[in-house]
Nanobody, 116 residues
């Protein structure tokens, strides 16, 4: 059974930082491409950042400066570091895994709220 479990979300003041974690099980993590997406009410889910099995990263154009994706294959975990948080970063952040190049798996999401 594949499980992606996100953690690390919460309420943070503007300018603060968060590190989101996604622990994966039921997949060969080291062979899987991982990514973070986010979604706000009424909008489509959008890619934040991705990281290949080899460790190559890619970011949405608007996210390159403040977001950093990384992975720890020994812990089957992918991370998203978010710095200088803004109110517009408020969203549910989802972990995504692609296995065997074609199967997509999603976590349940973790809420990030940026507010003073």
């Amino acid at each position: 059974q594949v499980q992606l479990v996100e953690s690390g979300g919460g309420l943070v003041q503007p300018g603060g930082s968060l590190r989101l974690s996604c622990a994966a099980s039921g997949i060969i993590f080291s062979n899987s491409a991982m990514a973070w997406y986010r979604q706000t009410p009424g909008k489509q889910r959008e890619l934040v950042a991705g990281i290949t099995a080899a460790g190559t990263t890619n970011y949405a154009d608007s996210m390159k400066e403040r977001f950093t994706i990384s992975r720890d294959n020994a812990k089957n975990t992918v991370y998203l570091q978010i710095n200088s948080l803004r109110p517009e970063d408020t969203a549910v952040y989802y972990c995504h895994a692609r296995t065997n190049g074609r199967y997509d798996w999603w976590g349940q999401g973790t809420q990030v709220t940026v507010s003073s």
